[in-house]
């Protein structure tokens, strides 16, 4: 099972909006609701940032949002904060066999 | 609180073992899913295996089925990764999560710290 294919990088400046994509297949994020994204700071765990698609845990800011259309799901981040500069990586179901699947990874950068 | 402590993690040559271990903490363990999830050195997250609440199901990510065994203790509250035959692909840092799952969604929530594995000669 291939990762899931995500932009190795994005950028923006504090207060802008950010856009990463992740893009599967009709295999798994196409087909799954249980897409997840998450957060990792250098040298540490990652932390979920958003699961089911789009919904936030509690304690994550609603400056994080997320949606999916087709085999490609895209997390935002509004109002970008230097605090946000960070690896993000999403994750799909990708049935029994396979089970879970992560993307490569995007390294945001805040300007 | 809901903690995760990995364990076990240290240098090993190749087609040596090694056991990691994950203490778990503030919740239920016999009602959760547990997964290891690796990160090699500067390359993103993969997922290595996964085990049912119970320990009657587990399944395991290609590149180690036939030389990882996932099991757990529950009267212990401690999952654990038997890692035999190993290669220096599989040098990483082993992240333990809890497999945070209802009706409508599954995700990794919390995870441990991680714990390095290095396969050096």
């Known amino acids: 099972q291939s990762a899931l294919t995500q932009p190795a990088s994005v950028s923006g400046s504090p207060g802008q909006s950010i856009t990463i994509s992740c893009t599967g297949t009709?295999?798994?994020?196409?087909?799954?609701?249980?897409v997840s994204w998450y957060q990792q700071h250098p040298g540490k765990a990652p932390k979920l940032m958003i699961y089911?698609?789009?919904k936030r845990p509690s304690g994550v800011s609603n400056r994080f949002s997320a949606f999916k259309s087709g085999n490609t799901a895209s997390l935002t981040i509004s109002g970008l904060q230097a605090e946000d500069e960070a690896d993000y990586y999403c994750?799909?179901?990708?049935?029994?066999?396979?089970?879970?699947?992560f993307g490569g990874g995007t390294k945001l950068t805040v300007l | 609180e809901v903690q995760l402590v990995e364990s076990g993690g240290g240098l090993v040559q190749p087609g040596g073992s090694l056991r990691l271990s994950c203490a778990a903490s503030?919740?239920?363990?016999?009602?959760?899913?547990m997964h290891w999830v690796r990160q090699a050195p500067g390359k993103g997250l993969v997922w290595v295996s996964r085990?049912?609440?119970?320990?009657?199901?587990?399944a395991y990510a290609g590149s180690v089925k036939g030389r990882f065994t996932i099991s757990r203790d529950n009267a212990k509250n401690t999952l654990y990764l038997q890692m035999n035959s190993l290669r220096a692909e599989d040098t990483a840092v082993y992240y333990c999560a809890r497999g945070d799952c209802s009706g409508t969604s599954c995700q990794f929530d919390p995870w441990g710290q991680g714990t390095l594995v290095t396969v050096s000669s």
């Open positions: 994750c799909s179901y990708a049935g029994s066999s396979t089970s879970w699947v």
């Open positions: 503030g919740f239920t363990f016999n009602n959760y899913w």
């Open positions: 009709s295999s798994d994020v196409g087909s799954s609701n249980f």
């Open positions: 085990i049912k609440s119970d320990g009657t199901t587990t």
């Open positions: 089911e698609v789009s």
